[in-house]
């Protein structure tokens, strides 16, 4: 039991990670990114394409993909974003995405195949022995990369002042503009990060499952929408909570039910937590009051 | 050329793609966008399937419960998400579509992950004579007091629920209308294409329900029409790249949501034609005095 509990925060600390970048874009400025989940499968096929079709060294590799997030992030920022905030209506962002989500899916698939791409790394089957039980190496590198990333990440948000610029552009896009922020600028730059979280993610489910998939994003990756709401709209805290709720619940429904229910579970507890309380787990009724 | 097309198969197709374009547009046009009709129409494909081929049921009973379910189910799950914001119903549908699909792969007796042998009894007239009730349907649901209201809260949430509309209330009910007519939709393709799979109703399907409402013009139900009509033609003309399909979708999406997002045919242009024809209805009136 404690056993399950563990592989649960394992398996939540890497939702932990797709989470938090879906909750600073969505959470943050309330734009409905749904390229994210396609740009979280990107960063697995290019883990693949580096370590597995030209051998690098994963020194290399780690960084180069979080280059790859930015860029991701950049392109899906100008093409999608930057003209369709204007609309005022949040379907138009969110449909523009979910187009830039199909062009990566069907490149990825007419170049690559439909085939699941191996990936190996040299440590991937290691475990590390505490007291009776032993953990994968892998799962206790993403538990603390996620954990090094939500501190960044709150340290971000709350001290420095392009976080707090983000978090005002956020509040009141016009108010921020008129106090003389580039709100575009700051729209472009947390895309970026949020990029950059996503291919990381990627690259870490990758190692773990040992393998990317182009179907990647549909299943796995829109997992961190659903968290971001259970957790609360504008929460970081209450997303990472939440990750690791989804983490525990997934990995008991495998345990104590059956396997195949596991990609249903979150949403069924979505579904729940919306019908006791509509905010989510940690969210405020003013966050939600900025969601178009 | 134009022979090799039209076979029955793909005038089913077409009738089916205009159903689920206007089912859509349905609770768009209440400002409603949903997320989920791959597993509204999926729901309902799966029901009428298993009633008709395991159970022996006849057809009509089986296509008015997979209209009921869907209904049913889209009601439900926007209800829940719109307990919080309209951005909440969306994500609701999504979920549903979510859980339709783990649902469609867990249960064995309808084949499960393999894919479930529907018998087929459509024929393309039941098909077409589904897509004209439901389009006179739509078109007097548009210019009726509930499509006005459907109407001003896409236009402005907050007014209309000032000036005493539940908006609540009409919005459920928009997910409910678009949900029979998906449902319908779901019907048809079960028991035309007779092979249905739980792949084939990932959330890809949604977007070319929104595809065609986009392209072909979101302010009007002859847009979705029309879209449908313009996409399905144009991909069985490009059927050799169908890997590409999915791209070119999305080129699409973005192309028209950038510098056309009226979509093709506006509202404008609905009410030049009808001026067209109540002019000629006019000179033939006086030619016949």
Known sequence: MINQIVNGLMLGSLYALITLGYALVLGILGIFNMAHAEIFMGGAVLGWLMITKWHLSLVFVVPAVMVGGVALGLITEFFCVRRSLRAGSFFVPAATTIGFGLILISLVQNIAGTNPLPISVPFQFTQVQFGSTSFPLVSIIVFFTSLIVLAVLGYYLRRTPLGLATRAVGENPEVSQLLGLNTTRIVQITFGISGLIGTLSGLVFGIMAGAAHPHLGEVAGLKGICLVVIGGMGSMTGAVIAAFIGGIAEVMTAVYWEAKYVDGVLWLIMFAILLFRPLGLMGKAEELERLQ | ?289
């Open chain 2, 1 to 289: 050329m134009i022979d090799s097309f039209l076979t029955p198969l793909f005038l089913d197709l077409l009738g089916i793609n205009i159903l689920f374009a206007v089912s859509w547009y349905i609770p768009a046009s209440c400002g409603q966008y949903s997320f989920g009709h791959c597993g509204l129409i999926g729901v309902a494909a799966y029901l009428s399937g298993a009633m008709t081929t395991l159970m022996g049921l006849p057809f009509p009973l089986a296509m008015i419960a997979g209209m009921g379910i869907s209904s049913l189910a889209g009601m439900l799950f926007s209800a829940i998400g719109l307990k919080s914001k309209d951005a909440y119903a969306a994500i609701m549908t999504l979920a549903l579509a979510q859980i339709a699909v783990v649902a469609f792969k867990a249960i064995p007796a309808t084949g499960g992950v393999m894919g479930f042998l529907v018998t087929p009894m459509v024929t393309p007239l039941m098909v077409w004579a589904g897509v004209l009730v439901c389009l006179i349907f739509t078109h007097r649901l548009e210019n009726s007091r509930l499509g006005r209201t459907f109407e001003a809260i896409k236009m402005s949430n907050k007014v209309s629920a000032t000036l005493g509309l539940n908006t609540t209330y009409f919005k459920v009910l928009a997910f409910g209308i678009g949900g029979a007519m998906a449902g319908l939709a779901g019907v048809f393709y079960a028991h035309s294409i007779s092979w249905i799979e739980p792949h084939s109703f990932a959330v890809w399907l949604t977007v070319t329900a929104f595809t065609f409402v986009l392209v072909g013009g979101s302010e009007t139900m002859w847009g979705g029409v029309a879209g449908a009509i313009l996409l399905t033609f144009l991909l069985e003309f490009v059927r050799f790249a169908s890997a590409w399909r999915p791209f070119f979708y999305g080129i699409l999406i973005i192309i028209v949501l950038a510098f056309r997002p009226t979509g093709l045919i506006t509202r404008g242009n609905v009410h030049s034609v009808g001026r067209f024809f109540s002019r000629i209805n006019r000179f033939m009136l006086r030619r016949a005095e």
